[in-house]
């Protein structure tokens, strides 16, 4: 259903490798997310027996695990719209050897007539839901082709603003202590200290601590934008040894990292930028300040990743994908954090 990102050139490489395909390319990002989809597949309650739909499959990599899970009994139909990745997906069915997997190609407008010939237990729509247009009535008509239980699962990334607030800070006067001991050399010492020796000292110990709290986390936001502060801690075509990543933050940071560089960050201006690429570039930059403050960072929930502030919680609670899918007769079954920005939000009709 989208065609990705082309191309995977490594700012820190001598010289450009020779340029992927779309197909290559997406093929490789999706194996970069194949942990993500196993923890998204294992929240499905997924059985054999179901007949389940993946909408904008790409190369199908969710596809064929979900047939893998329904152990060859069930269906799983495969659709898109990119004539190259159903031959792709059709091609991968039967090597794998997985016959209940079908490749579909759809039309690009509205519903195709295929959906209605089928059936389904589960509809998912993984990472694809903003590049289906009219969802209301889009899915308002997917709807009616749902089985009495049937669901439809749907995988965004949160794209909400990633900067730090005083809430997301359980030790502040510690990370203040720790970011003045950074050394000068380091991408932190270099970027972060700065401004903080600047700072006019009152006398009054209350306001100057509060002053220069506010002053690290000034800085830390500044930092969030800056197109070149990742490469800091890149190396090859990942990150360096030392950056301390938990599993799921690694597979979120080097899918980043794979669509920041085919952009060709950080050769390009932030007013340049979509906003979905403004987004990736906040967040690989924050999970790089958590892993390495972490210890003074707030845990639990959705923290650290996104703001612990009262504003934040109320940009959460919006909730656009809920609105639409309520307004095209579904209600809201269960809603599952995917740490560290992404959300799967599992509907039903009403």
């Known amino acids: 259903m989208i065609a990705p990102l082309v191309g995977f050139l490594l700012a820190a490489a001598p010289c450009a490798a020779a340029q992927k395909t779309e197909l290559e390319s997406f093929i490789e990002s999706q194996d970069i997310r194949r942990p993500e989809i196993e923890r998204v597949l294992d929240r499905l309650d997924l059985k054999p027996g179901q007949t389940v739909l993946d909408i904008g499959a790409g190369p199908g990599l969710p596809a064929f695990k979900i047939a893998e899970r329904l152990k060859g009994q069930g269906e799983v139909f495969a659709t898109e719209v ?76 949160e794209y909400q603003p990633a900067m730090f607030t005083r809430e997301d800070f359980v030790d502040m006067k510690g990370f203040v202590t720790e970011l003045m001991r950074e050394p000068a050399e380091s991408p932190f010492g270099r970027e972060l200290r700065a401004l903080l020796p600047r700072l006019q000292k009152t006398g009054d110990e209350k306001r100057d601590n509060e002053m220069l709290s506010r002053a690290a986390i000034f800085s830390l936001n500044r930092l969030l934008s800056e197109p070149s502060f990742f490469l800091h801690f890149v190396d090859g075509g990942g990150f360096r040894k030392d950056v301390s990543f938990t599993p799921e933050e690694r597979t979120h940071a080097m899918w980043q990292l794979h669509l920041l560089q085919s952009e060709g960050l950080p050769n390009v201006n932030v007013p340049l930028m979509r906003y979905s690429e403004y987004m990736g570039l906040q967040h690989l930059n924050k999970l ?41 007769g579904y209600q809201l079954e269960k809603k599952h954090d995917l740490a560290p920005f992404l959300q799967m939000s599992v509907f039903q009709p009403r």
């Not at 069915?93 to 209940?100: E, H, P, R, V, Y």
């Open 82 to 157: 990119v004539p190259e990745y159903v031959e792709h997906m059709r091609k991968q069915a039967k090597l794998q050897g997985l016959s209940n997997v079908h490749a579909v190609l759809v039309s690009t407008s509205g519903v195709d007539a295929f959906y209605g010939a089928h059936r389904y237990d589960l509809v998912l729509v993984y990472r694809v839901l903003w590049f289906i247009r009219d969802r209301e009535t889009y899915f308002a008509q997917i709807r009616n082709q749902l089985t009495p239980k049937g669901r439809v699962a749907v995988v965004t990334e």
């Open 288 to 328: 790089l300040m958590i892993q390495r403050f972490r210890k003074h960072l707030a845990s639990g929930g959705r923290s650290p990743y996104l703001a612990s502030s009262p504003e934040g919680a109320w940009q959460r609670e919006k909730d656009p994908v809920r609105r639409e899918f309520e307004a095209a």
